[in-house]
């Protein structure tokens, strides 16, 4: 009696299981069906792809500028002592302006002979170039009238904009709800639903080469930043 019911007892167990993984199968397939019903009511409707794009303007807040530094002695140790001397000017006069010693670098130095024709030696030429930051601009005029005064010679300012990123996103944002607009009007719907979205590679800096000579005026300064989000999306 006993074997009886243990035999009875296990196929109920069995029984039970079965239908478990039965229910199981049929809950994946009804959520399988809802799943590709939902893809086949997208599929059936009318998708567009568009794109959007924001692009802004921005004045510079900071400023690298590359001072050049030049000594020639027909002596090159005379030269190069003559060429310290005179980076060591230029950098008193600027930390003397309000420039951070920190913000100032010296990035290289090379020496090299002069020559008239193909005979005559003028000299070891020795050049040293450094680099300042300013992250105030009120001060790059008299900064680089400093670095004139001093015995150094400016050849080029790069503009640079310290807080892009931010500026970048918000441009962003912009560019995708022009690209919602766009598909709006092509649907003809005031409400859409966004399938796919792609950030689309356009140039961008942060910063702006200035080539410049002896008493060039702030206002030729192209010291403007230019700035654009691309954007497209697939919608429905």
Request: charged share 25%; proline share 0%; net charge negative.
């Amino acid at each position: 009696m006993k074997k009886a019911n243990l035999k009875v007892f296990s196929l109920l167990i069995v029984f039970v299981a079965m239908l478990g993984l039965l229910f199981g199968q049929v809950t994946m397939g009804m959520q399988c069906f809802a799943q590709d019903q939902a893809q086949q009511s997208v599929t059936a409707q009318t998708k567009v792809v568009v794109t959007g794009s924001c692009k802004q303007e921005f004045d510079a807040d900071s400023a690298c500028v590359n001072v050049q530094v030049e000594t020639l002695d027909l002596d090159k140790n005379v030269s190069k002592e003559k060429n310290k001397e005179l980076l060591q000017k230029v950098i008193l006069a600027l930390e003397q302006e309000g420039v951070s010693k920190d913000n100032i670098e010296i990035s290289y130095s090379s020496a090299y002979l002069t020559r008239e024709g193909f005979s005559n030696c003028c000299g070891t030429r020795i050049c040293t170039t450094l680099n300042y930051q300013l992250d105030d601009l009120s001060l790059l005029d008299s900064s680089i009238e400093k670095v004139y005064q001093a015995g150094g010679e400016v050849s080029s300012i790069n503009f640079k904009l310290k807080d892009y990123q931010s500026k970048y996103n918000d441009l962003l944002s912009l560019a995708i709800e022009s690209a919602k607009a766009k598909a709006k009007k092509l649907l003809g719907k005031e409400e859409i639903s966004v399938l796919k979205f792609k950030e689309e590679c356009s140039y961008q800096c942060d910063s702006k080469y200035q080539s410049y000579y002896q008493g060039m005026s702030q206002e030729l300064f192209n010291s403007k930043i230019e700035i654009e989000a691309i954007v497209e999306i697939v919608a429905y």
